[in-house]
């Protein structure tokens, strides 16, 4: 984790941020140092930092996820069924494909360009023969509290494990174990992850587990169900959102805020997906007035991978992004 | 100072016993990784990328081991959950690497069932008596790895072998009352969880490790303030750890102190419990659900069996007989008492023993449980040996108890026997024989002379005897077993003895003018011609000199009149 700078952009105490904590995986695929790289997008972070440094196309991604899907023997969380790869239709139609706009994805803060992308692309859609509908997903607020909640829990429960015993970084601290814990996580940390950690701890307490991690996983479902229902009961294909609020935000006004205000920020139209565990992908759509790559957002059903990357996969082609463009200035 | 509680004040206490039990299963790998699970190996040499905490792995749960886990859950009645959760509980400790244990707190593998049980300590109850305790819950969880602190170096070392061993957790409800009941029902933990083949049982292994909730209170008072008492290596440990706890906490209330909620180890060196000092604080484990685990889920209903949901019903098929039931068929079938029966299938290998013989033969059953409780047992203890470690065949034992049984040999040769074949398990039994002369004396007249002679050797015994004393008895039977090195049937020599002391006639007769009189007379009255010479006593009397009374003794034979002689 860590700030990432973009490169040849600005003056020097004027660089972007290229997002958020996978933001390693995607600068090296767009400086060339590997080909493809993957990062773990639990808040949007994958998403949004595509955006910021614009790289890849959904070929890419399509390949990317036919190498990695499907049933994985040690982890038991994937599903232990046949993965079939999917095919991406050149020929693929947007005639009666049903496309929703949730409502509650508009809200104060967002940039009148994003609005304006996000508004354009709609029409595109409509032109193309898609069904466009406006949905209303009521529940869209709560999930950056929720997931607030539930990633500090986690991180205070997955950094458990950095005592440098094993690996990782082992101070000199000689007076007790304890003291050699505090110490050595104390300096291997920085201030983000400690507070998280803190904040963590706080909710699982056991006086508070009931207050604040079920809540949270109540309010989760509800997140859920609010897709369940755009999908099931409106038949709903994909939903239509923008990424952001805003185009990559500067260094001096990323760090004006507080961490948790930036990610609330931020992470506002991306984090629902997480919460219901559904598929999403953010595609480059045109310039801001600073030159900053704009992105929309696609949202399908669970499993339904091949619809989404087909739609992507035609809206990039209407639009034509100039990638070229990125390589230029380096 | 130790003080002394009178039984009269003890009474007026009840004590509370809830244990809880942590098994370790016999699968070939760990619960969550696939390194080796073995005891005893080279530090740290079992121990996989995810055991060792290594960013990036993931857990993968082992069948064999919910497998075993519910055929224990099976065997104590409980009633399997269809599904369960695993759960993360936070603490900081060097031998944890992830700084969590996964387990079940929430929504564990089993809940409700009861584990019967008889208790019966040899010495300290008269007769077996019927318990049982409920079990709250049985739980799937990660061991942690071993912490070893080296004071004076100051240094701790971690080995992380044990860590991720697959563990079940059992926690039973407060409903025992002292450490005898404790260690009985440890007793039958260990042979059912052996029998199932999900445990090796072994408390000094590890294997198996006991903790015990331990509170006293007066009768119609609510509970009182418990301690939790870990590190009990042994099942007698188990009864000397609680009965200890309950003095302890009785000593400090009766003075009017207060009894601390902490936990305490047991030393079993010193025979008391300490208070630990790590444990001082109340610890908040943070529980939270384990993400990288699905729920688990098992097949209640039918007998199908799939890679990821074990069926229930086809495991529950598979239940080998439980100790329960054997004890309950030994005393049906064979008639065998309760004590007996209870001593026998305590101890597998007495027990295998027994039933490999009693097939054969028409061996009397109660006589070969016997033998091998009593004498096997002891002639094992003698020699130092295991009861596992006995190397004697079914055939040995049978033969022996044959030749028992014929009257060949009697118990002390029998014995002999034994101590020879444990060193010497190849030699042939009639050659042991032989070579010791172990044979029995069974001729009828032989035995008669060893009874004569011991009853002229010992004139005082013989007297004490007709007195009244019968106690004496056994004081000539022993020194005729000695005198003739056990060789005689003891059966047969009792009686023998007991008829002719039957016979014998106690006379005290005076001696005048070298001729001996009759003064006193049991029975028939002789006129002795020969004498020998006893204690001298005054005696005033009718014939006014001092006269040597001399007590002698005969044996009279009603078909032969002159085979009587003073000795």
Known sequence: MGLLKSLGWESEHDWRISGGSSGGSAVSVTVGSSVAAIGSDTGGSTRILQLCVGCGNVDDATEILNAIAGPDDLDSTTIKKQFNKIKLNEDFSLKNVKVGIPKEYYCDGMSEEIVTTWKYIANLLESEGALVKSVSMPFTSMSIAVYSILNQCEVASNMARYDGLEYGLRTDENYSTEELYASSRSQGFNNVVRWRIFAGNYFLLSRNYDKYFMKALKLRRLIADDFKKVFNEDEIDVLLTPTTLSDAPKYKDFVSKHNRDQCAFQDYCTQPANMAGIPAISIPICLSKDNLPISLQLMAPSLAEEMLLNVAKKIESVIKFPRDMLIENE | MKRHCSAQSREKWRSVVGLEVHAQLNSESKLFSGSPNRFGGL?????????????????????????????????????????????RKHYFYADLPAGYQITQQRAPLANDGIINFQVFTPGIHKKPYKRSSKIKQIQLEQDSGKSLHDSELKQSLVDLNRAGVPLIELVFEPDLEDGEEAAALVKELVLIVQRLGVCSGRMEEGALRVDANVSIHRPGEPLGTRTEI???GS???VAGAIRHEIERQHDILKCGGCIVN??????????????????EQVQDYRYMPEPNLPPLRVNLMTEKDMPDVISVPRLHGTLPELPEQTRQKLMQKYELRPDSVIQLVSEPTLLKYFNNIILVNYRNPNKLVNFLLNELVTALNKNKIDIEDCALKDSQIGEIVDMLAKKKIDLEGAGQLLDVLLLKPDVELTDIIKEQHLSLVIDEEEITRKCIEVIRNNPKLVKQYKDGKIKVFKALLGILAKDTQHRLDMSVVSKKLEDLLKRVLVQTLYEKRNRLHLVARRGEARKWRTCAVGTHVCRPGAFGEAIKVVQLYSIADPTNPSSGGLF
């Open chain 2, 43 to 87: 530090v740290n040499n079992y121990v996989s990328l995810f055991d060792a905490a290594i960013p990036g792995t993931l857990p993968v749960l082992n069948r064999r081991c919910v497998e075993l886990g519910i055929l224990t859950a099976l065997a104590l009645s409980c009633k399997i959950n269809e599904v369960s959760m695993f759960d």
């Open chain 2, 230 to 232: 870990k590190n009990i």
């Open chain 2, 235 to 237: 099942v007698r440990g």
């Open chain 2, 262 to 279: 902490e936990t305490r180890a047991w030393d079993a060196v010193a025979r008391r419990t300490v208070a630990m000092r790590d444990k």
